[in-house]
């Protein structure tokens, strides 16, 4: 496996798609939910130290994982996890078609749990108004009604 990534990617208000072929990674964990389906060969990773092979991986937000091995094209879906519950997510798109379009119907179709602070649903609100053009850390703040040096 090359380090080097290449695909199409899909960006929705609460997930991203990425349909290509992925690189090697070195361990790492991130926010987002990450789900990969492999209809060729399947893929191999490290989750959470422990090496696992399948044509489809599901991998919770912030677990330590590492892609080891895959054979072809992998679809992999990263979802915001205050917004989609793991398992609502799994189940819906363990029946899911295996295409871009496919699985951005089912994501645009599933219930979406309420944000908890208004100051994030601010901060969200004033993006998406601004994604026309370059969208400045201190505009977000201030929709937010926190400073820079409040975030995370």
Do not use: N
Request: charged share 15%; aromatic share 6%; hydrophobic share 45%.
């Amino acid at each position: 496996m090359s380090p080097e990534w290449s695909g199409c990617l899909w960006l929705g208000p609460d997930y991203g798609l990425i349909l290509g072929i992925p690189g090697r990674t070195a361990p790492h964990a991130h926010y987002a939910h990450q789900l990969m389906f492999s209809p060729g060969g399947p893929i191999t990773a490290s989750l959470d130290g422990r090496v696992s092979t399948a044509h489809r991986l599901f991998i919770p937000s912030r677990m330590p994982h590492a892609l080891l091995h895959t054979q072809g094209e992998v679809l992999m879906v990263y979802a915001e996890p205050g917004a989609f519950d793991l398992d609502s997510l799994q189940a819906a798109l363990a029946d899911s078609e295996l295409s871009l379009k496919a699985l951005e119907r089912t994501l645009r179709q599933l219930p979406r749990r309420a944000l908890d602070d208004a100051r994030v649903e601010r901060a969200l609100l004033a993006l998406d108004q601004q994604l026309s053009g370059k969208v400045s850390a201190h505009a977000l703040a201030q929709a937010a009604h926190v400073s820079l040096a409040a975030a995370p």
